[in-house]
């Protein structure tokens, strides 16, 4: 049996010389099921599409509907030649789905009718081993969470002056919470099939371990991004007192996505933008919007000042629901007749600049409100645009800034018609120049000089 | 076992009875199932000699140069682990499990250690405690314990016995004193060496 392999092989080999000629099939041949499996089969692969291509010409004298039927059906999830994915695009008018790899994969699953075993199930021994090791782990940390939040029940209904005063008892009932909640997150973090969901994005965000996964990762890159952006545009002193970003917010104008700190051309932003704010932690929050222009000039006193575009508030976020669509809601606004239920109190303002001044930086922030209470929007709506200060907005409506993003403006092309459309002719022709810093007099070099 | 070596050059072998493993058994050189007669073969078409015999021809390269050739052409750092989806899957849990195992190996050793850590000391302040007649005494009574372990309470030398003679450092380590062992350190302490020590 050892003996007649390597003849064997040497037969393959020779089949695969004579393969291209007799196989005129396409490649629904059951010898290229070898695909996936040995790194030959992908030349093998080429070759016979190259001498398969002309076995089915379309025939000249056909009308062009007539020969795309013979083409047959063309699955977008299935097709794997290059032939087929172009007669899917030309017949059908659709992309194929995913990688040519991932189509071919289930293609060759489907030939061979194959019941594809769940993951949890694929028999390997030490993978077997593995996972009934995990799932002991597991229950193990699922018996000391109900032991934990027994013994927590018990200290919430103890009274305060057997468990050491009410401060202690504070203490004892944080600290017991938080290892609860430890505890939720490694009981799950070692199950591949979370792993595998969070990976795909279809982990429920109302799950703890999904939430935590999701910060663990916007803390390795995003966060650090942001708040890389955050100090270098010194947003921080200028704005706000101190900032610790807890939500990772995406901005975007129409279908563009704006990394923080981008410079964007001043007819996207005439537009809202479309904020996409991922909350950690669990529950509903009411967080207000704000948009601030830190870099307004102030020639008067030769310096910059602040200036808020826009302000919206109550508006409500969780885990699940990330989206803030502004110009959604800004039509909403239009309709409502009440105007306690309005959600705009300050509308926007499109970012301008004038021409020859530096950049100015827009800074949006999502400030929660506390205790999830709405604020009172004709208050809110008393906000003065110009000299604007956000440490003070903050203050006033008991906020907290839990997410921050930030885009640049500066004069561009087509800064006249915003600032036209937005009401702001005379700023057109306005033109900032450096001022020129006269030169010390002459003095003619004396002895004492040198 | 390679059984080639053992053999004869003549074609003249029987089935062997020794059942080598399948896996050598594919390195060594096919065998005929018959016995051949006693007339010698005029000339097999393909050599019989067994595999060892046959590499007698000095067409072997240099070791040297097949090490050379070796690094030359590898690189230092061995390629990244490339798995598929599912693979790369598998072998994440079964290294989640290990490092789990090996976190909870480490838990149980250490509380082991601080188990038997913790009955030790408990021995050692019953001992301290007891007084020649078997009594536990009070801590004013007591001597003293850890640096000052030699000191005595107010009941002198009856009480600790057994402790004091079990903290002597004396003869550990013959006639060196046990106290001259310390970590080997980068540096000397502060102090450098303390003249007024004395036992």
Not at chain 1, 227 to 240: A, K, N
């Amino acid at each position: 049996m050892a003996s007649a392999q390597p003849s064997m092989r040497q037969f393959s080999a020779c089949l695969r010389c004579v393969r291209p000629l007799s196989q005129s099939n396409g490649p629904l041949h059951a010898s290229a099921a070898r695909l996936l499996s040995t790194t030959a089969a992908p030349r093998e692969e080429v070759q016979t599409q190259v001498t398969a291509a002309p076995a089915a010409p379309p025939p000249a004298t056909a009308s062009g509907k007539d020969f795309m039927k013979r083409w047959g059906k063309l699955n977008p999830e299935l097709v794997e030649s290059k032939r087929d994915e172009r007669r899917l695009i030309r017949r059908e008018g659709t992309q194929p789905v995913g990688s040519r790899r991932r189509r071919a994969a289930l293609r060759r699953t489907e030939i061979r009718g194959t019941v594809s075993i769940p993951f949890e199930q694929l028999p390997y021994q030490c993978f077997q081993e593995a996972r009934k090791f995990l799932l002991e782990d597991r229950k193990e940390k699922i018996k000391q969470i109900e032991v934990q939040s027994a013994r927590l029940k018990n200290i919430i209904t103890q009274d305060a002056a057997v468990s050491g005063g009410k401060q202690a008892k504070e203490v004892r009932i944080q600290s017991m919470k938080a290892h609860i909640n430890e505890l939720v997150i490694l009981a799950d973090i070692n199950d591949p099939i979370v792993k595998k969901k969070f990976e795909d994005r279809l982990g429920d965000m109302n799950k703890p371990i999904y939430r935590y996964l999701a910060n663990e990762k916007w803390r390795k890159y995003k966060r650090l991004v942001l708040e890389q952006r955050i100090s270098q545009f010194s947003l921080v002193p200028d704005l706000l007192p101190a900032f610790d970003p807890i939500a990772d917010v995406d901005l975007g104008f129409g279908r563009r996505d704006i990394a923080p700190g981008e410079f964007v051309d001043s007819c996207v932003s005439e537009q809202m933008p479309r904020l996409n704010v991922q909350t950690f932690e669990a529950g509903e929050k009411l967080v207000t919007v704000v948009v601030v222009d830190a870099d307004v000039p102030d020639p008067k006193n030769d310096n910059f000042t602040f200036r808020c575009h826009f302000v919206a508030s109550n508006i409500k976020i969780s885990p699940t629901e990330t989206s803030i669509p502004l110009i959604r809601i800004g039509q909403d606004d239009a309709k409502a007749t009440d105007p306690t239920t309005k959600r705009i109190a300050v509308p926007w303002l499109s970012p301008w600049a004038n021409k020859g001044a530096p950049y100015h930086r827009l800074a949006i922030f999502v400030l929660e409100q506390s205790e999830a209470k709405p604020l009172d929007i004709s208050k809110v709506a008393q906000t003065q645009r110009n000299v604007f200060s956000l440490r003070g907005f903050v203050d006033r409506h008991h906020l907290k800034p839990i997410g921050a993003s930030l885009f640049r403006t500066q004069w561009d092309e087509s800064m006249p018609g915003v600032l036209k459309r937005a009401g702001l002719s005379d700023q057109i022709n306005v033109e900032f120049k450096r001022t020129r810093i006269e030169p010390l007099p002459y003095k003619r070099r004396t002895e004492r000089m040198r | 076992m390679n059984l080639s070596i053992f053999r004869p050059t003549s074609r003249h072998l029987t089935p062997s009875t020794f059942r080598t493993p399948t896996l050598l058994r594919q390195n060594a050189r096919p065998t005929i199932s018959k016995p051949t007669t006693t007339t010698p073969a005029p000339r097999a078409p393909f050599s019989a000699t067994t595999f060892l015999q046959k590499r007698k021809t000095k067409n072997l390269t240099d070791p040297r140069i097949t090490a050379i050739r070796y690094h030359l052409t590898h690189p230092l750092t061995p390629r990244p682990l490339r798995f598929s989806r599912t693979r790369y899957l598998r072998h994440w849990t079964i290294h989640r499990a290990w490092l789990l195992f090996l976190r909870k190996q480490r838990w149980t050793q250490e509380r082991a250690l601080e188990r038997q850590y913790m009955s030790m000391r408990a021995a050692c302040e019953a001992l301290r405690l007891l007084d020649d007649k078997g009594n536990t005494v009070s801590e004013a009574e007591a001597g003293g314990f850890g640096a000052d372990a030699g000191s005595l309470g107010a009941r002198g030398r009856e009480v600790g016995r057994l402790y004091r003679s079990a903290m002597s450092k004396k003869k550990v380590w013959g006639s060196v004193p046990v106290e001259y062992a310390r970590a080997q350190v980068d540096f000397p302490s502060r102090e450098g060496w303390n003249h007024a020590w004395m036992r």
